[in-house]
DNA sequence: TAAAACTACGAAAACGATTAAGTAAGCATT
DNA sequence: AATGCTTACTTAATCGTTTTCGTAGTTTTA
């Protein structure tokens, strides 16, 4: 590997003098810089990142916590596409990104802060994490740039998906289509669940709908079988609801597989709407209605948030940036058969 | 952050010493050695990971080669089920994950190999990529531990699915449900698409099974509505086949919304399958027939594989490994009524 | 008892970069 | 002509490790 040692031997300069010409300082004489220049390139220089790490103390280098205990994480759609934007962004600003070891059979198993302090990365992103955890808390309280998705610290940067707005928008849009016995699986308990149920009812409040206990079912997140049980009970009420919201669009093919066996027909018999709009739900036929959450925008937001927070952390201000989705209204919900 | 010398001042040793304590060397009292321990533990010493691969040239990070310019990688089930696999493997053996970056758009791009020399990745795995890019072929020929997925290069370790053996499981069970009328679309034109074809064409002839050109189309991977198009063209022929094969599951779901705006009816008027095992597939209403890969195991692998290449050089076999799926028998291919 | 061998540690160089401080030469200023 | 200011470099320290080569002191061997 050729070094600046390389290069200063053969442009007969000292080694100060060839790394100032290569990070274009001034003190440099515009031809000497030239030179320089040229012979790097002919001689295939590339600078170390680790010795540039070491005096510099910046990695160019963003640690990103994915959780996947429960064998979420990477699997996980929406967090997958999330992550992919993030990835493209901060590979735009010429930073790599670097997952943040979580695995426990590790030898010398470190918290993240610490495997954070080890590689030295420049800036944190925490998504799809218990951020009830001692460690990410940890983080969170350090002195380490953080970005969080879909989770607020105080003083910290979230990027958030709008989930009162998404909920209230996907109610409304129902209770357009004439439904007024609306039933909500929700998900397990998060702040973004509890800030989508909190819409829900606020939302059905202002509509004026009347919603009973029993059209609340505690559920959890992009588990098919719970969604069935749950569908199970919400259409085995004597007086059943005319759509059922899930707490993601996976969850919906539970509901359908019960419906299905039902003997009843989406939307003719009953509505279901999902959540998250992913990609094979505006393919299924009938096309899902659900609310697209944009993974594009929180993701190339969460990067350049962590990135101006590296780079500029006076002038960054801290505060969340809530991303708002859409309605995408497919086939699912049908007028409603009062 | 603490670094030896503090904790060589402390201890009132050198350096050296502290460092060798440390890292277990055999020339270091064992006293001294308990000694030096506890005081870094006490101090929350950590290593500094950049001098430690400047001084070494060991990074304990893994490069991963996941080109996304298509949209794909992180979003691709497939895929980032391996990667998921392969993070905790190489997680667990004490290495990290990071992503060499391949975005155009990054200040002073590099090629993917000078990238791979510049962060000093001590392997790397390629992935879900264009393997005829002139980028890739450089990064293969170089003299980095490379372990590539689902493409086999001459003199490396490559960790593949084993297509011919999953098509030939796949088309011969579909032939002892009955099948003898089976239609093929292929995914584009990869080693990947090659291999299945051939198998498929290798086992019909095994099977006696005639397979008219009409059968085979050429469609693309994950792609609902070329598979949609392939489908109504299948379903269109003078002897249509009574059993079609998908490229992968996700095309599966746009075979279903021809046949059932046909008014056709899945399995009993038409049989299907499809190939990879993503997790919806077994969750909807016919349950899906696929092949499913084994991305766990594939992943895994190629974790053990670019470590063992990392750490025992010598002693590494350099071939391919082959990793077998199962036939997952599910509800849409039914018995072949002749 | 002198030589050889071990044991336990230290000094110093090295990895490849950055950067503060110093310096020599050239030029303008008074 | 003496002074100061630029310009264009160089020197040398430094980041935090690892590792080779010493070197005292102790123990074993002949």
């Known amino acids: 590997m050729v070094?600046?040692?390389d290069i200063s031997a053969v442009c007969g300069v000292s080694v100060a003098t060839v790394s100032k010409a290569l990070n274009g300082h001034k003190d440099i004489g515009e031809s000497t810089k030239r030179h320089i220049k040229q012979v790097a390139e002919e001689m295939g220089y590339l600078p170390n990142s680790a010795a540039k790490a070491l005096k510099t103390n910046r990695s160019y280098n963003i640690g990103v916590l994915f959780a996947d205990e429960a064998h979420n994480g990477l699997k996980h759609d929406y967090f997958a596409s999330v992550l992919d934007s993030l990835k493209k962004t901060?590979?735009?600003?010429g930073y790599d990104m670097t997952f943040i070891n979580c695995s426990n059979e590790r030898p010398n198993r470190t918290s993240y802060l610490n495997h954070v302090r080890y590689r030295g990365f420049d800036g944190v992103v925490i998504a799809c994490v218990d951020f009830y955890d001692d460690e990410v808390a940890e983080l969170i309280n350090s002195d380490i740039p953080v970005v969080t998705i879909d989770h607020l610290f105080d003083n910290r940067i979230a990027v958030i998906s709008d989930n009162v707005q998404g909920m209230k928008d996907l109610l409304t849009y129902i209770y357009e289509m004439g439904h007024r016995k609306v039933a909500y699986i929700c998900g397990n308990d998060t702040s973004v669940t509890r800030n989508r149920l909190t819409s829900f009812y606020r939302t059905a409040e202002e509509l004026h709908m009347e919603v009973p206990d029993s059209y609340v079912v505690h559920g959890s997140y992009r588990d098919i079988d719970k969604a069935e049980e749950a569908t199970e009970q919400l259409l085995g009420l004597d007086d059943p609801p005319t759509c059922i919201i899930y707490p993601d669009d996976f969850s919906c093919f539970g509901g359908l597989n019960v419906i299905k066996k039902l003997g009843l027909k989406?939307?003719?018999?009953?509505?279901?709407?999902?959540y998250d709009g992913i990609m094979i739900g505006s393919y299924i036929e009938p096309q899902l209605t659900t609310l697209k959450q944009n993974t594009d925008s929180i993701g190339s937001q969460a990067g350049e948030k962590i990135i101006s927070l590296i780079e500029k952390p006076r002038t960054t201000v801290i505060e969340p940036v809530i991303i708002s989705g859409e309605v995408c209204n497919g086939e699912t919900v049908g007028k409603a058969v009062r």
């Open 90 to 93: 901060v590979e735009a600003h």
């Open 3 to 5: 070094s600046l040692k």
């Open 266 to 274: 989406v939307p003719d018999d009953i509505s279901i709407a999902g």
